[in-house]
């Protein structure tokens, strides 16, 4: 069962090549879609979700591993329970043929079928386009689901593959070198940007991934790079999740202003002038 509450998200299911998959829905407005980090779902992610649906978007949340609303945290859950919970969905990632993590120049499979939700949600939900938050596993899915024109909002958050075990990894992203082209020609001829957060002394997310970016896209990549120290000192993890774990929501922190950022560029690239919102 959940360990936390659905209440506001609408649960549905949506099947593109043969593949359903559980979505949730919250808001209205343009699209955006919500991919959480291992393990999935959490509290927190769903917080995210709140704020994205606040500014006058409707956040669009496929589960893709782990129970929605389950709480990984061992503070409220016990160690125990946490790690099992880590390792189970972590395995099952590891086993499927959806993710690619430690190949380089390659999209994993899954983002064919991202690249189908985000058109029918967009059809869906009207606007100038979708915008796309991934996170840690998922992160670099924003990228690579960017190669569609109706995706007009991509962020990057902790992007950690390919996982970066060698130099090679490290300097990568998951994203094939096609795919990497025509993202790279709509900032060009179209002005798209690509926003990447990261904490400078993450391990998973190595600071030659953002200078490759940074290499390939240009100007077009916006770059959001915390100090260790901005993380929230409560969690029990290391820093690594910009936008949930290590969020301290405090007005004018750096990693509060980390997410206002992104959801600006939310409002910016999605929302009519006059209807953005400033969540609280």
């Not at 649960?11 to 919500?34: K, M, Y």
């Not at 390939?216 to 790079?225: C, I, M, S």
Request: net charge negative; with cysteine.
């Amino acid at each position: 069962m959940p360990h936390h509450d659905l209440t506001g998200f609408t649960e549905g299911s949506f099947t593109h090549d043969g593949t359903t998959r559980q979505v949730l829905r919250a808001g209205t407005g343009p699209a955006v879609i919500v991919m959480a980090e291992i393990p999935g779902i959490t509290p927190k992610v769903l917080d995210f979700a709140r704020r994205v649906a606040a500014s006058g978007c409707t956040a669009v949340l496929p589960v893709l591993f782990g129970r929605p609303g389950r709480d990984p945290d061992p503070r409220n859950v016990g160690w125990a329970s946490s790690g099992s919970y880590l390792a189970s969905t972590m395995a099952r990632v590891c086993v499927s043929r959806e993710f690619t993590l430690l190949a380089t120049g390659r999209s994993s499979r899954i983002v064919g079928w991202l690249r189908a939700l985000a058109a029918a949600e967009h059809e869906r939900c009207g606007g100038p386009g979708v915008g796309a938050v991934g996170m840690c596993l998922t992160g670099g899915f924003a990228l690579a689901m960017a190669t569609d024109p109706c995706l007009v909002a991509p962020v990057l958050s902790q992007p950690s593959l390919p996982l970066p075990c060698t130099p090679a990894r490290a300097a990568a992203i998951d994203i094939g070198p096609e795919d990497l082209a025509e993202v790279r020609g709509r900032c060009e001829r179209e002005g798209l940007q690509v926003m990447g957060l990261r904490f400078r002394g993450d391990r998973l997310v190595p600071a030659d991934r953002f200078a490759y970016l940074r290499r390939e896209l240009g100007d077009a990549f916006v770059a959001v790079e915390l100090d260790d120290a901005d993380a929230d000192p409560a969690s029990a993890l290391p820093p690594h999740s910009v936008l949930t774990e290590h969020l301290v929501d405090a007005p004018g922190h750096p990693t509060r202003q980390a997410l206002d950022a992104v959801l600006d560029l939310l409002r910016t690239r999605l929302l009519p002038a006059g209807r953005s919102e400033t969540a609280d």
